[in-house]
């Protein structure tokens, strides 16, 4: 009964002040994050050269349409590891999006497929993984990268959604502290947060140009530094525009700081993925037997990018299943209904400051959209596949692994897509004075 109740005993018991809704939406990110586990220890070299021992993993990779082709079983074990475990998750968080669709109170039969079955779900999620493991390479590689990208690109948007939610947030928080106790205070803080980091920002654009950049060449690289830094440079003085500042008292340099650091860092993963080691000294290039060569000694296929973006993922995902946002607008594009009409009512209801929110009780109505929620953790799943494999896939002979253009061009207008929300953010009101952006 504690696997497979409406809600799961042994969580509950644990945390007995819980919320059911809360407990499912952290047991489902608890399947995420046991798939990124797996997926994280079959690429540890060690482990890596031995899933070859894996029944059926390697008999029939190199058939295409039913023909067997020349292609040594035993290349990019890793990879294909990875790239299956992705496709397990995304094909699991999908399949409960589509069974989810339209649930609005916990008497649909549907939500105790959401919130209890645990055991069975487990089950589900396993049985997808090992017959994930018995597809044939064929196409299956390419096709799947691009669906990689494509979800990749989206979850950097919702990155992005949250990194300015939480920004906004975290300076409105620090200003109304600053209202109520030492100004002095929480206004050094503010400033000195400020200052870090735009120093970092400041720090990493050198080493950017100094080390994926050279005098003659590299004309890409110079011109995706040189874009990012003249935009995060606009977005940082409109935030402190005097008509903008009058719209939204609580805008400031803080916020602007913060989305010029983490564009910095998405210009660095670009950077990163740059098929040329002349201008990429972080570039691998695998050949079939496994071996890894560059320009430096390397220890491990990860590369900073990518561990900096499995914590950012991390973070994130958990964000996602326990979102109370601050701003009514960012529940609206989440799709969060915790002061929806109905879903605060009767007794799973309470009121915080004049708002809403939804507890346990999700008889009159959900406290979040199932379909939505496992959507992002489908979308969730493509991009730690492609993050722990580098953005990398083989090349039409399937016996080098590289980098392609097309990773370099998602993450860079990724970066510059959310500058411009941001910078939406900051003139919206102005250009939109009858709605209301409080």
């Known amino acids: 009964s504690c696997l497979c109740g409406s809600a799961p005993c042994l969580l509950c018991g ?42 059926g993993f390697c008999e029939g990779s190199g058939s295409v349409l039913g023909v067997q082709t020349n292609v040594d079983c035993s290349s990019f074990l890793g990879h294909k590891a990875v790239y299956r475990m992705g496709f397990a998750m995304a094909a699991f968080f999908c399949l409960f999006a589509v069974l989810m669709v339209c649930v609005r109170s916990s008497k649909d039969p549907r939500a105790a497929l959401q919130n209890g079955f645990w055991f069975f779900k487990f089950l589900v999620l396993v049985g997808i993984t090992v017959g994930a493991f018995y597809i044939p390479d064929g196409t299956f590689t390419s096709v ?9 690109f989206l979850f950097i948007l919702i990155q992005l959604v949250l990194l300015i939610d939480f920004a906004h947030s975290w300076s409105q928080r620090w200003l109304r502290n600053a209202d109520e106790g030492s100004a002095k205070g929480w206004y050094a803080a503010l400033c000195s947060v400020t200052f870090i980091f735009y120093a970092a920002s400041i720090a990493a654009i050198v080493l950017l140009y100094v080390y994926y950049t050279k005098p003659e060449g590299c004309t890409e690289g110079k011109a995706f530094i040189s874009i990012n830094l003249i935009l995060c440079l606009i977005v940082s003085v409109v935030s ?13 340099l803080l916020q602007a700081s913060l989305i010029t650091l983490y564009t910095i860092y998405v210009t660095w993963a670009a950077l990163a993925n740059v098929p040329s080691q ?54 609206k594009l989440m799709l969060t209904e915790e002061s929806g009409a109905g879903a605060g009512a009767g007794p799973g209801g309470a009121e915080e400051g004049g708002v809403r929110r939804a507890y346990d009780n999700e008889q009159d109505g959900v406290s979040y959209n199932y379909t939505f929620f496992h959507l992002c953790l489908l979308l969730a799943a493509l ?35 959310g500058l411009l929300l941001y910078l939406w953010t900051l003139v919206a009101p102005l250009l939109l004075p009858d709605r209301d952006f409080s």
């Open 14 to 55: 644990c945390c007995p002040s819980a919320k059911n809704s809360t407990i499912s939406r952290l047991l489902f990110t608890f399947f995420l994050f046991l798939g990124t586990l797996v997926s994280i220890i079959m690429i540890i070299p060690g482990v890596e050269k031995e899933l070859h021992k894996l029944p």
């Open 144 to 152: 799947w990268f691009y669906f990689g990208v494509v979800g990749s």
């Open 240 to 252: 402190i525009l005097p008509k903008i500042q009058e719209a939204q008292p609580h805008s400031g």
């Open 278 to 331: 002349r201008c990429n000294p972080t570039l691998l290039v695998r050949n079939s037997t496994g071996s890894a060569t560059a320009t430096g000694p390397l220890t491990t296929w990860w590369d900073a990018p990518s561990i900096v973006g499995l914590v950012i993922f991390l973070l994130c995902t958990l964000f996602i299943s326990l979102r109370s946002s601050d701003h009514p607008q960012v529940n």
């Open 383 to 417: 991009y730690i596949m492609m993050t722990l494999t580098n953005w990398y896939r083989p090349d039409e002979s399937l016996q080098v692994l590289s980098s392609p253009w097309t990773a370099v061009w998602v993450k860079i207008c990724s970066s510059w897509a």
